[in-house]
């Protein structure tokens, strides 16, 4: 897709209606698809009209959330430029926010679908589709798991890595993961801080992997500036790699919104020093690094510790790599 749904969206004017009850909406085709349009209604929201190819299941009830409204197989007053008013039904995703981020996120999102659908998806595909993007909103409302520095650290991992499609397969999926990203036998978590000390918080799982696989830690210096790389081109990097493998853009999406949960908006602006980050990327064999090994007692669980990694020496990534083949796609280039 070479035109952005977003830039689609901007041309379009915002249609006036006579008729209340009528759906009308203004619309331009998604180019290289048949069976999307992008649209905006009158009052000014971003929609996107996917036709199904078959119309025999049941229809799917509406789904409303805060900021996304879903209407399946809904009868639509179109308007395009120089063209008669026409009639249809469509499934219509529709943003409520007019907040021109959300937007913008939105659209994006959007567009992961569409790629992940193909043209003339049946409607049950398409339900699907809109129930993850659903979710991704709705994680947006939730409080934050992990820090935006954490994030960026991760993001700016994968950014950075060999293989990007693969080191994106092997992140997390969700908080509960005891490692950041999980290949093989090789298991890596992303470390940051903002001082200049290499402290970290580990827990004791990490530092006590199961046996046949080998940990590492990537450690490195976060600093947030006024001017630098954001959260917001980091996204759009990793899509742009990764945009063969549309599945993997809408788990990108998915997990970035888990996480960030409710300062996902004001978090996709905030900019970082890249060099600070590239400069202080270390990695470090997790069995190098001071920590609590061995059983723990009966009853104790859950142990957390912060260790100093200052006397701690690195190790080279082709070292790590050696240790384990899988590494050598995680790691950066």
């Known amino acids: 897709m070479t035109v952005s749904l977003d830039i689609l969206f901007n041309t379009i004017r915002t249609p006036v209606s006579e008729d209340a009850t009528k759906p009308l909406f203004a619309v331009l085709p998604v180019p290289s698809y048949q069976s999307y349009m992008v649209g905006k209604d009158c009052d000014s929201c971003a929609c996107l009209l996917i036709t199904t190819a078959d119309n025999l299941q049941k229809r799917p009830a509406p789904l409303r959330l805060e900021s996304v409204d879903v209407q399946f197989e809904l009868p639509c007053n179109l308007r ?31 567009r992961t679908i569409v790629g992940l659908l193909g043209d003339a998806p049946p409607r049950r595909e398409v339900a699907s589709a809109v129930k993850r993007l659903v979710t991704i909103f709705q994680s947006a409302k939730r409080p934050p798991t992990r820090s935006i520095n954490g994030l960026f650290g991760e993001l700016y991992f994968i950014r950075r890595s060999h293989n990007p499609i693969r080191t994106l397969t092997a992140w997390r999926i969700d908080d509960t993961s005891r490692f950041d990203f999980v290949d093989g036998d090789a298991r890596l978590d992303v470390k940051t801080t903002s001082g200049r000390t290499r402290t970290h918080v580990f827990s004791y799982e990490q530092c006590n992997p199961p046996p046949g696989t080998v940990a590492a830690a990537a450690s490195l210096f976060v600093e947030r500036v006024s001017t630098g790389l954001s959260l917001r081109t980091l996204l759009d990097e990793i899509e742009e790699l990764v945009a063969a493998r549309t599945d993997l853009v809408l788990k990108l999406h998915e997990v970035t919104t888990a996480t960030l949960g409710s300062h996902f908006n004001e978090a996709l602006s905030l ?16 069995a190098d690094v001071p920590a609590i090994r061995g059983a723990l007692p009966a009853g104790v669980s859950d142990l957390h510790f ?28």
């Open 80 to 110: 395009k430029e120089h063209e008669p008013e026409q009639t249809g039904r469509f499934t219509v995703i529709r943003c409520l926010s007019l907040d021109r981020e959300i937007v913008r996120y939105f659209l994006s999102v959007c």
């Open 271 to 286: 900019a970082f020093d890249n060099r600070l980050a590239q400069a202080s990327l270390r990695l470090f064999h997790l």
């Open 306 to 333: 912060r260790s100093d990694l200052s006397s701690s020496k690195p190790i080279p990534a082709q070292d790590l790599a050696a240790r384990e083949p899988s590494f050598s796609e995680l790691l950066p280039r």
